[in-house]
């Protein structure tokens, strides 16, 4: 305390040096954390000068949060009157309040904490979701940890520090001199909001080096500040943030890029991606039921990782089935995998197209479907308004199947995030049964949700206990449920005529060194055909997420007009073909072992893919396949932005059928159909 008195003494001498203990108090606790979370990430940060600044930067932040948390204090301390210090009323309430703000700032550190365990980062994007779905998440929270215990164990720490905090004198050193005239309180606070206000202004996590650990980045932010960021930049303008190439040159590459699969451009002059796909031999018209499995990382399949035993039935279908053994998921939400599952759309930057306006009648998978007569329906165990599925979904020609339209008796098992897997499966089973009896093929995109922290699941299914044996337990019981799914649905008359997709939406983690860990986005895609429509084998070809709904039409041998941005992997060869890959911010896209990455503001980096070990070494040059890889992001971008990614319109389909009976009047009426509706993005270059 001798040495803290002389140092503090002249600034706490006022009514206003309230605000100096808070944000000491606030820098000490995300300090101290940020020591913690490096402690918890040793085996993946380097112990080197850039961790040193990480702590720097993180200081920096920590400071710019503390001074805007700050405000709502100052601005009390300096409305209050001068002769209230002097009550003791005034001290209890202060030491009262002092409590409350401490148990705030603890809770806040828990939760970071608890965060990072789940997710290896800082509060984020999906942080900012969770704030948004609340039911979901503090239902989650409460299944998966002793939040009594906690909040006991909590009140129990900001206790003790509160009594030490007290302890230092320094809050009696206040108390004791807290007297000022009102207008150097004003003063100070005009000074403070001043100097917080030029702190908002000028800093910004973009500032940040590019640190070569991405875990040092993550490091040097503070959770609050980037949950905050995360909040405003939902929705990041490609064209402002990003780099650009003039947009007659960028559709110009994007449709070179598209006809490689054979397709043909109807317009190869418009801003469009809309050509004609011809399958070559006679069209198949089965029924396809999609399981999209939550968090279903490749390594968690024995076929890729032989110390695995969670997947049996899994391991016993691939070798029936047609593999794609080189398969990237386009994120690391499941809201991503959707998108690039249903849309074939490259990640723009921001939030998911499933959670942003004006997402109504696009072109998706299920629109394809339709054109053929096909019954299509979004199948999910939860409750569909979570990230707006529902909505996506319902507006995009689907019909909806989720926890609310189904009966309490359909459901034997749930927790917070919906009914188990065992359960929807047999919804799907009943669908396909109902869909089968109208005489009309279905297309079903089923979303699980048992592979999600509590990890919860029926007792006495699988030989792993539910809960206490973690994602381990959650990856093996889904597994048994598809091999439910497949015995079960064996026994249907539709079975036969039935092809089956199990893909994952994302990996269950996506953390790693490099600014994008090419390998945590590598996800298994397994097309079974019991009825022999495919024959099995496995695809050794570059692919991702958008690639599927191209291959498996190519697969049936379809002809239809598209607007994906996928290609038939199939189709093209080893040199042209690519992966997506990306997060909020950066978007990567991956071509012969060189991976390039587009970053705010403007920036670009090039890196070289180990495909063996997945790490990636920076290349100093500029490489031609960056134009390549913005104009794909730029255009599909511009096309969603511009409403020109909709589903096909009756005067498209109609030229399309004449088309197909090759009259010169069907070609000539659907191009000037396109050129009228062309855009000239003029107001956007």
Not at 137 to 156: D, K
Not at 232 to 259: G, P, V
Request: charge should be neutral.
């Amino acid at each position: 305390m001798t040495t803290l008195r002389p140092l503090f003494s002249g600034l706490l001498r006022r009514q206003t040096g309230g605000t100096l203990l808070f944000v000491l108090v606030f820098i000490g606790l995300a300090q101290g954390l940020r020591l913690a979370l490096i402690y918890k990430a040793s085996a993946n940060v380097t112990w080197d000068a850039s961790l040193l600044a990480a702590l720097s930067w993180g200081l920096l932040f920590d400071l710019g949060t503390a001074a805007f948390f700050s405000i709502p204090l100052t601005f009390i301390l300096t409305v209050l009157p001068n002769r209230w210090f002097a009550k003791p009323w005034m001290r209890m309430v202060m030491n009262l309040g002092g409590f409350v703000i401490l148990f705030v700032l603890l809770f806040g550190v828990l939760s970071e904490w608890i965060f990072w365990d789940e997710f290896e980062a800082r509060f984020n994007f999906i942080a900012v979701d969770y704030l948004v779905y609340t039911t979901e998440v503090i239902g989650n929270i409460r299944e998966s940890y002793p939040l009594p215990q906690l909040i006991m164990a909590l009140f129990a720490v900001t206790l003790v520090v509160h009594l030490a905090i007290f302890g230092s004198g320094l809050p009696r050193l206040w108390f004791q001199s807290a007297a000022e005239p009102l207008k150097q309180r004003v003063t100070f606070s005009a000074a403070w909001l001043t100097i917080t206000l030029l702190i908002g202004l000028f800093l910004n996590e973009r500032m940040l080096p590019e640190f070569t650990n991405n875990f040092h980045r993550e490091i040097a932010k503070n959770g609050i500040w980037s949950l905050v960021a995360a909040f405003r930049n939902n929705e990041l303008d490609y064209r402002q943030f990003y780099s650009t190439i003039e947009s007659e040159k960028a559709f110009t590459l994007l449709h070179r890029e598209l006809s490689q699969d054979g397709s043909r451009m109807i317009n190869p002059t418009a801003h469009d991606t809309l050509r004609q796909v011809s399958g070559q031999g006679e069209e198949m018209h089965p029924n396809v039921i999609q399981i999209t499995v939550e968090s279903l990382s490749a390594s968690f399949l024995g076929s890729y990782n032989p110390q695995s035993s969670l997947t049996p039935n899994l391991d016993a279908l691939s070798s029936q089935s047609l593999v794609f053994d080189n398969l990237y998921a386009t994120g690391t939400r499941t809201d991503r995998g959707m998108e690039a599952l249903a849309l074939s759309l490259p990640p723009t930057p921001g939030r998911s197209l499933i959670k942003r306006p004006k997402n109504e009648h696009l072109f998706t998978m299920g629109s394809v479907f339709r054109a053929k007569d096909y019954d299509t329906a979004f199948i999910y165990g939860g409750y569909g308004y979570f990230d707006n599925m529902n909505y996506f979904f319902g507006n995009n020609g689907y019909r909806v199947v989720d926890r609310n339209s189904v009966g309490k008796d359909d459901v034997t098992f749930a927790n917070s995030w919906g009914a188990c897997d065992g359960d929807l499966f047999q919804w799907t089973l009943r669908e396909a049964d109902a869909s089968f009896a109208s005489g009309k093929p279905f297309h079903y995109f089923v979303m699980t949700t048992s592979n999600h922290r509590p990890y919860t699941f029926p007792d006495g299914k699988i030989d792993l206990p539910s809960k206490t044996s973690g994602r381990s337990g959650a990856v093996k019981y889904t597994d048994y449920a598809i091999g439910q799914l497949i015995r079960e649905a064996s026994t249907r008359p539709w079975f036969k005529n039935t092809i089956f997709v199990i893909v994952g939406d994302h990996c269950a983690s996506s953390a790693g060194k490099s600014e994008l860990p090419v390998k945590s986005y590598h996800i298994p895609m397994i097309i079974y055909a019991p009825g022999g429509q495919i024959a099995p084998g496995h695809v050794k070809t570059l692919a991702s997420q958008i690639d599927y709904a191209p291959t498996l039409f190519g697969l049936l041998n379809w002809t239809y007009l598209s607007r994906f941005f996928g290609h038939d992997v199939l189709k093209v060869g080893g040199t042209e073909a690519h992966a997506f890959v990306g997060n909020y911010q950066k978007l990567g896209h991956l071509e012969q072992n060189v991976f390039t990455i587009l970053k705010p503001i403007r920036k670009q980096a090039s890196y070289r893919h180990d495909p063996e070990t997945g790490s990636l070494t920076a290349l100093p040059e500029k490489l031609a396949g960056i134009e390549e890889t913005v104009s794909y992001y730029q255009t599909a971008s511009d096309v969603y932005r511009e409403g020109i990614y909709q589903e096909v319109s009756a005067v498209e389909n109609l030229a399309y059928q004449r088309q197909i009976a090759n009259t010169a009047q069907a070609t000539n009426e659907l191009v000037d159909h396109l050129v009228k509706k062309r855009p000239t993005f003029e107001h956007l270059e």
